[in-house]
């Protein structure tokens, strides 16, 4: 169902996975996407991915961005730490399968990538991907997703 609403994308990246983020932030832009970026904006060694996408998962989770793209060298800090907010589910992403996957199944809305590990071609791929597919809702998605949502409560106590 298109509502012809402009999707909006939240992308975050450490240092290794700046310069990935900016070919990716431009390329959204160029094919009608508003990008709200959420850091690094500037190429800092050493930096925290932390700092950057922990605010980019909050903006997911309170639906301020309608997904969010995650980025540090390998993906994998980006997505532990995407996957620490309530509300996130957030998956390292690799192929395509998965690109979609991960949406129509489990209603995934951060995808991380591995900067220094996946070129700037697949992912763009990849991200397409993501952005394209849709959660299907089949009841058994959804109860596993309230089953998640009721551990995600338990945890808050």
């Known amino acids: 169902m298109d509502t012809g609403k402009i999707m909006r994308i939240g992308i975050a990246a450490d240092h290794g996975g700046f310069e990935l983020k900016v070919q990716l932030s431009a390329a959204l832009k160029v094919a009608g996407y508003e990008v709200e970026d959420f850091g690094a904006n500037k190429l800092v060694i050493g930096d925290d991915y932390p700092d950057f996408v922990v605010p980019l998962a909050r903006a997911v989770a309170s639906r301020e961005v309608d997904k ?10 980006a997505c532990i730490a995407s ?6 589910r957030a998956a390292l992403i690799t192929d395509f399968f998965s ?12 995808m991380c990538l591995g900067g220094q590990v996946t070129g700037y071609a697949l992912s763009w791929d990849l991200v397409q991907t993501f952005l394209n597919a849709h959660f ?19 945890m808050k106590r």
């Open 68 to 77: 969010g793209i995650a980025i540090c060298g390998s993906g994998v800090g």
């Open 136 to 154: 299907t809702g089949a009841e058994r998605f959804s109860r596993r997703l309230a089953k998640m949502a009721a551990l995600e409560k338990e």
């Open 83 to 88: 996957n620490k907010v309530p509300g996130v």
């Open 99 to 110: 690109a979609h996957q991960g949406v129509e199944d489990d209603d995934m809305n951060v």
